[in-house]
């Protein structure tokens, strides 16, 4: 079983930038795929970005498109987001996951193990 851990939440005004890290850890990634969700209160669960470990074949949610890079280091294995124009709507619990299976569009059950999020807050 993989487990997550994710890092570089924090409290940023609108228009900035902000790099989040996920380090991966235990069963080979070398088929899976990596993904960040967020979540803000009172609402579900949403998709962000995703990333084949093996390939870098990424797709991302319209609302982060041209803003927001997911990225990752096979070496190191770490996963990356890189959130850039950052807006208030952007607040939420960022999680990262992984999984086995490439849905489209994606959906969080393609996902088996998530990290415990951290918190990213846009002020405007």
């Known amino acids: 079983q993989v487990q997550l851990v994710e890092s570089g939440g924090g409290l940023v005004q609108a228009g900035d930038s902000l790099r989040l890290s996920c380090a991966a850890s235990g069963r080979t990634l070398s088929n899976s795929v990596l993904g960040w969700f967020r979540q803000a209160p009172g609402k579900e669960r949403e998709f962000v970005a995703r990333?084949?470990?093996?390939?870098?074949?990424?797709y991302y949610e319209d609302s982060v498109k041209g803003r927001f890079t997911i990225s990752r280091d096979n070496a190191k294995n770490m996963l990356y987001l890189q959130m850039n124009s950052l807006k208030p709507e952007d607040t939420a619990v960022y999680y990262c996951a992984a999984g086995g299976r490439i849905g489209v569009p994606p959906k969080s059950t393609d996902f088996d193990t998530w990290g415990q999020g951290t918190q990213v807050t846009v002020s405007s």
């Open positions: 990333i084949t470990w093996i390939g870098g074949i990424t």
